[in-house]
């Protein structure tokens, strides 16, 4: 047992009082801000009406919107003196919204992110490596301080530079590291023109995290670097990573509901859609005194996955996430997300490591393109070869997204590549 066990292992009673202890506080906390104070009224909502973590389902929905519109301090409970830290999101869908954290929040924050960490096997013996942006981006300081937390030594190595990324690996016999899915794969194709084995590393565990990504990414990169790699699911309103991590099963993502309470909703009606359905993430902070966020509006789809799971933590796993509400790309009347393509894409041996979705117009038409990035053992075939893979692979997405793209081959690595977050999607039809 470790100090993080006893809520890790509570049972469903267990979780519930804290989240109805903790909801009551939050709401009390609220509204000594700006924002909730007017909100709740408009609601009619008074302390005395929240016994329950049921009672969540009274409260409004705060969105992105909301937060913007509050920008920069209309959310804070106490004066910003208080305040030691700020985040903000990356931004991928607009302009960015800003968190504001007190000591409290910080620690608590390390230990949700310590939790997560230890649940997927890092032991304060390894060497961690966090390859991730440091900055305003909740990646870097937020998993750092959860991996002193739990008292492993501790590399910022921040976004980049693959080659220190690669000799920082080897010199310190780095055993896991954090790194974002589309880098990692990435970071793959280095080593293999720097000569170096991946394997020949002591990394053991990687977690990866911050961006949709399929399965057939994480069987990739499991491969590459011969480890096992957990998924880990955060946004800076959230605090950032620590929301929801990967046990050992590697059957989706606990969801700590001591510190969250998380609903799915159907993002037209905004009801709660049946149990194990994919809708809208919707979170409540249970665990933050000077930024609470009720009931936000996450528009990150997944669904609660049914059942109980093997390592037997009660709070629930949510599924890899399938992406936005907002990323569906809308084509010739269909809906498309861009997971579909990767995942087509990622199942095919001589695709490479990367890709790109261009929509354009033509005439009146919507095209969809899309650039894949070809193993440079498989550019070299003849011109025969190459057309009958490009053919499979108008098939097999044909199959899954039901439109035929273009499909173009690229050499390895001659796409645009991102420090952070990939960009998956180019729309170029005019609006
Ligand atoms: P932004 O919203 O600008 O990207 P954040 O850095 O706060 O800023 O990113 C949070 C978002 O990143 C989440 O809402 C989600 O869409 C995505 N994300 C984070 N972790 C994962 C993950 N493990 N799988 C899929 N998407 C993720
Ligand atoms: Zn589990």
Redesign the pocket.
């Known amino acids: 047992m470790n100090c993080f066990d006893q809520v890790e292992f509570a049972d469903r009673a267990g979780i519930e009082r804290i989240q109805a202890i903790r909801l009551k506080n939050t709401i009390y906390q609220a509204t000594a801000s700006r924002f909730y104070r007017g909100k709740l009224a408009r609601a009619g909502i008074k302390l005395s009406d929240i016994h329950s973590h049921e009672d969540i389902g009274k409260l409004p929905f705060t969105t992105k919107e909301d937060l913007r519109s509050s920008y920069p301090f209309g959310l804070l409970t106490m004066p910003v003196e208080r305040m030691v830290r700020l985040h903000a999101?990356?931004?991928?869908?607009g302009s960015?919204t800003v968190i504001f954290h007190t000591p409290n929040d910080l620690n608590s924050w390390a230990d949700l992110v310590a939790r997560c960490m230890h649940m997927s096997g890092v032991r304060p013996e390894d060497v961690f490596q966090n390859m991730s942006g440091y900055g305003l981006?909740?990646?870097g300081l937020g998993i750092h301080y959860g991996a002193e937390r739990l008292g492993c030594l501790t590399i910022p190595a921040g976004a980049g530079n693959s080659k220190r990324q690669i000799k920082m690996l080897k010199d310190f016999k780095v055993t896991v590291a954090h790194i974002i899915p589309s880098y990692a794969l990435h970071l793959g194709s280095v080593f293999s023109s720097a000569g170096v084995d991946p394997q020949s590393l002591h990394l053991r565990i990687m977690l990866i995290?911050?961006?949709?990504?399929s399965a057939e990414v994480r069987r990739r990169i499991e491969q590459i670097y011969g480890v096992k790699a957990y998924?880990?699911?955060?946004?800076?309103?959230m605090n950032?990573p620590g929301v929801a991590f990967e046990c050992r099963e590697q059957s989706g993502m606990h969801l700590w509901e001591d510190a969250y309470i998380p609903e799915i909703v159907n993002p037209e009606t905004l009801e709660p859609v049946p149990e194990g359905e994919v809708g809208e993430l919707v979170l409540t902070t249970l665990c933050r005194e000077g930024m609470p966020v009720i009931r936000y509006r996450?528009?990150?789809l997944t669904r609660f996955i049914p059942g109980e799971c093997p390592c037997g933590r009660k709070h629930r796993r949510i599924d890899?996430?399938t992406g936005?509400s907002d990323d569906m790309i809308v084509l010739k009347g269909v809906n498309i997300y861009p997971m579909q393509v990767e995942k087509i894409l990622m199942s095919i041996p001589e695709v490479g490591q990367n890709y790109l979705i261009v929509l354009e117009r033509e005439g009146y038409m919507d095209q969809m393109r899309v650039m894949v990035e070809i193993r440079d053992e498989y550019f070299v075939e003849d011109m025969r070869t190459l057309q009958a893979l490009q053919r499979k692979i108008t098939a097999l997405l044909r199959e899954e997204i039901l439109i035929t793209a273009r499909v173009d081959l690229v050499e390895h690595d001659s796409l645009p590549k991102n420090e952070g977050?990939a960009v998956r999607v180019v729309d170029k039809r005019d609006h």
């Open positions: 999101s990356s931004g991928t869908t960015a981006f909740t990646g995290g911050a961006e949709p990504h998924n880990s699911y955060g946004l800076s309103e950032g996450t528009r990150d890899r996430i936005r977050k």
